[in-house]
Each structure stands twice: as C-alpha cells, then as structure tokens.
C-alpha cells in the first residue's frame, strides 16, 4: 500500500488527500460517486428550470420574440466559454474547487436573471444566461470526476451512473417550474421569474454538498496514487493538454466523438419543436415528445457505459454513429407521424448517450494523468462551441429548406467519426477489443 501524500507533497494541490491507501479506494469510489450523483441531481433540478424559460423570459423583457433565442443561445455560449477556466482550476487545485466554483456560478447567473426582469435589461438578462450556463460546466464536469478514482475496465460505468442521476432533476425540473412560480405570485418578482430563484437556492446547495462532501479530492487522490505523478506534474497546464491531444489517435477520435454526437444532437432537437407545431402538435405532444427524448439521454446511461467497459469504446462509438442516423432517419421522414418523430427522438438521445459514455470513457484512457483534466475541458469546450453553431445553423436549414434536410445535415455531420472511428478499428485491430487499462497504457505511452 501505497500512502498519499499530504497537500504540501502535492504541486498544485492544497486540497489534502486524507492519507489515501489503495485499500481504501472501494470505499472512496461509493462515497465519491454518491456525492457526485446528489450534485447531478440538485443540478438537474436547477439548470433545466431556467433552460425552459428562458427564450418567454427574453421575450417578455425585450419585447420582441424574435429575440428569445438568444438567451438559450448565451447560456450554451456561457457553458462553453467557462469550461477552459473551470478546467484550468481543476487542473491545478482538483475536482472539488472547480465544481463549487461553477455551481456559484450558476447561482449568480440566476439571480442576474432575477435582476434583469425586475430592470427589465435585456443586456442583463443575457449576461445572467451566460453565467447561468456555468451550472451545465458542472454538470458536465460531474462525469470525469467520476472516473478519477475509476478502474480502467470500469471507467464507462462510472461515468454512466453519474449521467444517469441526471434524469431525475432533468424530469422532475420543468414539472416543479409552476408550482416555483406561483409562490412569487403579488410580488415584484413575475412568476416566469420565480422558478430562476428558485434555481439559484438550488445550485447554491449543490455548491455546499460538493464542497462539503467531496473530500478527499477525487483528482488529487488520484494523481497521488500515481507512481508516475512527480515525474509529471509539469505536465498539468492546458497547453500540455492540447499536445496530449495531438499526440493521440484515439483522443482525437474521442474528442470528435464527444463534439459531433452533442452538435447532432442539439441540433434536430432545438427545432423539433417546430416541426412538430407544422403539423398540428398541441404543446402536451411536444412536451411527451422532448421528455422521451430526455429518457433516452439519461435513463439508458448505465447500458452504455456497461457496453463501453465490456465491448470497448470504439464498439459503442460505432453503435452511437447507427443509432443516430436511425434518428435522423426517422425523425427527417415522419412529416405529420407524431409517432414516428416521437420514436426518432427517443434513439436521438439513445445515440447521443451512447456517443458521449464511449467518447469520454476513450477520452480518459487515450491521454496521460496530469493531462486529463485539462483535456477534459477542452473536449467540454468543443463539444458545446460545436453544439451552439450547430443550433443557430440548424434554424436557418429548417426556414431555407425544411426539417429533413436538417436531418440529413445531421447525418452527415456523422461521415467523420464513423471513417476515424473505422480507420482506428483496422489500424490496431486490437484495441476494438482489448481491455480498457491495455489501451490506456499504450496510448498513454503514445502520447
């Protein structure tokens, strides 16, 4: 057994470790996927709120519905931006400090909300949707912390189970927007505001579980069980985590994976909505419509992340590139079969989890220790930059041509992580099918 050392052995870590042995990983591992599971879901509660009221709101304080995308838009754009600090923080002072961080983020992105109504500033109101994405950083991040203390052949799993535990917040968070609202009834505050303080109490206690429970720090303990860590706590900086990157296939096939299976994704589901009110849908289908589509992100996690650990990443990667053309496919031809869209957003989100358990579980395996965090956060960075062009494309495809061609757009975005994907497979055959920790330990050498 090896002892961890304390926060003045650690470079760049203050937080301490607790004199982790390796016999008391199992433990740590409950513990740590426990509390990142209430993170997930306190955070599924908050975030969704605002997501959901948040184009009504722009609509009201500016007074012109053809702004109320924006302030979607701002909060993708704000989740996007912030995940190169965030992961900068992590990188250098651990898991624990940079969720926190990003949670109060969040909070105070959602008290600016607040704020913006009652000034009625759309500016505001825009910055507030920016900060408020932070909470999405988090969320995000939530998964990689998971597989810190992960074994290699287990690493899918446990990111999957900590995606999964979204979907109770992700559900149940636009139920409780009403009842969040009514309780500002008579005051200043509008009831389409209510439910963003709502969130902010929220994410503020998601920021106090984290900070309080996640001890010791999932990165740090991990980099201190590291026989490998003094020789490469140089190796930590953003910069190290880019060269990581190019260095590695397979973290390149990862980082594309993770990118086009969230830009496709985001982008038939934004405009899904509208498609269906073109052919007669009441808001009730829609709503049964985005809520099947949700399940199939979060509910089926767990499958992927099992398939990833006992198949291999590139096998689901794969199943991800089938599963969303299926989408495409079905969604793009059902005109005015509410069943048949309800059916392709259902396997959208099928595919989108499946893309992202695999991507990120590769993307963790394919680089070195020192290197994770920081590549982590650029593959977050991508992922939602891609996500939110893709998004302001895909309604400018829907208006010039039609919400097929979107589809078939989609689709194509597919042809280039399916040939990597491919080309990884008959390059080094073995690594389709080689045990998790193999692949690590040869990419990690490659890098």
């Known amino acids: 057994m090896t002892n961890t050392p304390d926060a003045s052995d650690t470079p760049g870590g203050p937080a301490p470790t607790g004199g ?9 591992r409950r513990r740590t996927t426990a509390v990142l599971i209430a993170g997930q879901i306190l955070g599924g509660l908050g975030v969704p709120v605002g997501i959901a009221l948040a184009p009504v ?19 993708v754009t704000g989740t996007a931006l912030l995940s190169l600090p965030l992961a900068a923080l992590m ?21 600016l909300v607040v704020l913006a109504t009652l000034v009625e500033s ?34 899918g799993r446990a990111i999957s189970t900590v995606i999964w535990a979204t979907t109770i917040g992700s559900v149940a968070g636009p139920n409780i927007a009403a009842p969040a609202g009514r309780v500002f009834r008579g005051t200043a505050v509008s009831e389409t505001a209510g439910p963003f303080v709502w969130a902010a109490g929220i994410l503020l206690l998601a920021a106090l579980v984290i900070a ?25 900086s953003l910069r190290a985590g880019v060269a990581a990157v190019r260095a590695s296939p397979m973290a390149r096939l990862a980082l594309v994976t993770v990118a086009v299976t969230h830009t496709a994704m985001v982008s038939i589901m934004v405009m899904t909505p509208v498609d269906l009110g ?25 499958v992927m992340g099992w398939l990833s650990d006992r198949f291999g990443r590139l096998a689901v990667i794969g ?47 394919s680089v070195p220790q020192p290197a994770r965090a920081a590549v982590q956060g650029l593959s977050d960075l991508t992922m939602n930059a891609s996500a939110g062009i893709g998004g302001a494309v895909a309604g400018v495809i829907v208006s010039r041509a039609s919400y097929g061609w979107l589809n078939l757009t989609g689709a194509c975005l597919l042809l280039p992580m399916a040939a990597l994907a491919l080309r990884r497979s008959l390059t080094r055959p073995t690594e389709a099918t080689e045990a998790p920790e193999a692949s690590e330990a040869s990419e990690t050498s490659e890098a």
Do not use: C
């Open 91 to 111: 990188t250098s002072r651990g898991r624990r400090p940079g969720l926190v961080l990003a949670y109060l983020i969040g909070a105070l992105g959602a008290g």
């Open 319 to 365: 199943l991800a590139v089938g599963l969303l053309s299926l989408a495409a496919l079905l969604a793009g031809t059902a005109g005015a079969a509410h069943g048949r869209t309800a059916a392709g957003l259902f396997v959208l989100g099928l595919g989108w989890s499946a893309g992202l358990v695999a991507g990120s579980a590769l993307l963790t395996d």
């Open 278 to 302: 073109h052919h007669g849908a009441d808001l009730q289908l829609v709503g049964l419509v985005i809520s099947g589509h949700i399940a199939g992100m979060y509910a089926f996690s767990p």
């Open 212 to 236: 309080v429970l996640l001890r010791p720090d999932p990165l740090l303990t991990a980099r201190a069980l590291d026989p490998q860590e003094s020789k490469s706590a140089g190796n930590r």
């Open 20 to 28: 982790v042995t390796a016999a008391d990983l199992p433990g740590l």
């Open 122 to 155: 759309f500016p505001l109101l825009l910055l507030g949707m920016a900060a408020f994405g932070a909470g999405s950083s988090a969320n995000l991040q939530a998964r990689f912390a998971a597989a810190d203390l992960a074994e290699p052949e287990r690493r």
């Open 57 to 75: 709101l722009a609509t009201q304080v500016s007074g012109s519905e053809a702004l109320s995308g924006l302030a979607p838009t701002a909060s």
